[in-house]
C-alpha cells in the first residue's frame, strides 16, 4: 500500500509540470499585468518556424524517483535492491526526461525585424492562432524584465 502511494506521487508531479506557460507572443503571466514595457517598432524581414524543446528537467527527477522506487522492489537481498535501485533511477531518468521533451515541445517561429531606429533584432516565440504574421508586416517589439515579444 505505502509503495502505491509512493509510486503515485511522481506520476502526479510528472503529468503538472507538463502545464506549461505560453511562450506566445499574445499571451501574459498575471505577474507581467500592469507592468511597463520598452516599445520598438520595425517591418518583419524573415520568418523561420522553429520547434520549442519542452524542459527535462521535471520529468528527469520524477522518472528517477518512480524508478528508483519500483528498481529497489527487485531481488531478494540488500545488494539486489540497491542495484536495482540504481539501475531503475537510472532508466526511470532517462525515459521521464525524454517524456518531457516529448509532450512540452511546441511549435514556434523565429521573426527577425528591421527596427526603424536601425538594425534588426529576432525573437523567438510560439505560433499562435490569434496572430498570424507575413513578411513585410509592421509590428511592435515589446521588452520587459528579460521577456521580449513581437506583436501587432
Known sequence: MNSKLILCLPVAL???????DS?????????EARQAQSVST????????????????AGTIVGGLAGGVLGSQLGGGRTANTAGA???ALLGSAIGSHAQQGVGSR???E???????????AIVQEVSKNEQFNVGDRVRILS?????????
Request: glycine fraction near 20%.
Open 14 to 20: 510528472l503529468f503538472s509540470s507538463c502545464a506549461q
Open 23 to 31: 511562450m506566445s507572443g499574445d499571451t501574459y503571466s498575471r505577474n
Open 42 to 57: 520595425g517591418r518583419i524581414t524573415a520568418l523561420r518556424g522553429v520547434k520549442i524543446e519542452g524542459g527535462s528537467q
Open 86 to 88: 540504481i539501475g531503475g
Open 107 to 109: 511549435n514556434g517561429v
Open 111 to 121: 521573426i527577425t525585424v528591421r527596427l526603424d531606429q536601425g538594425g534588426s533584432t
Open 144 to 152: 520587459s524584465g528579460g521577456r521580449t515579444r513581437v506583436a501587432y
